[in-house]
């Protein structure tokens, strides 16, 4: 058998073995909307990690399968505001170690999977929902994000 055949074969069976495996992606709150696409989401946590999950699907090239290493190359936390439509209003980063590749891919991944469902009425203050987000970096550039990732791999 072809090499590339059987590293492509490799690559599918690991990938479907880690979404058999991974039921934090599986168990998403935003999974279920109304008909007038609002989130059934009734706590900030569980809005958070619906919008995480759709961060995750959305970019899922760019995401980490599995445990995220020990040491991370970069922890990049952003802070982002989405509007009573589900739109994403503005984000700052609240921390970074300076890693500026890393700081660009969590402000594009997370404009990527703009819009979101809209909140529900009771999450949202001064016309906008508050949220922050850690986007956990290992050495390859791929990410988790803090609110559906696996625990960390000692060291």
Do not use: H
């Amino acid at each position: 058998m072809n090499a590339r055949i059987r590293i492509g074969l490799y690559s599918i069976s690991a990938l479907i073995l880690a979404a058999c495996t991974n039921n934090k992606l599986a168990e998403s709150p935003l999974s279920s909307t109304t008909s007038t696409a609002t989130s059934t989401a009734t706590t900030l946590d569980d809005y958070k990690r619906g919008l995480a999950q759709r961060i995750a699907s959305v970019n899922s090239t760019d995401v980490y399968v599995g445990r995220p290493q020990a040491l991370l190359r970069a922890v990049i936390v952003v802070k982002y505001f989405v509007g009573t439509d589900g739109q994403l209003l503005r984000a700052d980063i609240l921390r970074t170690n300076r890693d500026r590749k890393a700081e660009a891919t969590a402000l594009a991944t997370l404009r990527r999977a703009a819009p979101f469902p809209k909140p529900d009425s009771r999450l949202v203050r001064r016309g906008e929902v508050e949220i922050s987000e850690s986007w956990l970096f290992n050495n390859d550039g791929r990410f988790q994000l803090r609110s559906i990732a696996e625990q960390q791999m000692d060291e």
